[in-house]
């Protein structure tokens, strides 16, 4: 019997922790990094691959600055749902707001993870509360079987589009 296939695209701001929560479920994800005046950060995607019983996942990192606001676009074109991950370290800001409503309008299954709750300065419950009515789960982006929990969890819940179904 063939796996269900699914495309996950994981959306945040710029060190939110979306290539560190990929390669954590992925270990063999692939990762493509510059450096910048923060340290280094992602460009063009993260990919990683996660076997969840019979579900094939496949997880798309997006960048994190608002510039790449088209590579969003196309990485997250024929998605089965996506991961919102915050830095509960950080308020909610604009750019947060935008991926938040972007994601909204696209009518596709997605839920909030925030990462970061074990850090000094954390703020998970002011960021829960910001987004009323969404399934939010903490997380942290290193501990892989609290990642892994949280991803079974989402993938749980959505239906396979048509043409990802099992072959007879």
Known sequence: MADEKYKIV?????????????????????HIEAECSGGSTTIALDYGRVQIGEKRVYLYGTPGQERFEFAREIIGTGMDGAILLVDATSPVDEFIDHLYSSIGAEKIPFVILLNKC???????????????????????????????DALEGF????????GNKPSA
């Open 10 to 30: 994981v959306f945040g701001a710029f060190g939110a922790g979306k290539s560190t929560l990929i390669q954590t479920l992925d270990p063999q994800a692939k």
């Open 118 to 148: 074990d850090t000094v300065g954390a703020q998970p419950d002011a960021v829960k509360a910001h987004f009323t009515g969404v399934e939010t789960k903490a997380v942290s982006a290193k501990d892989r079987r609290g990642a892994r």
């Open 155 to 162: 993938i749980g819940t959505l239906r396979p589009h048509p």
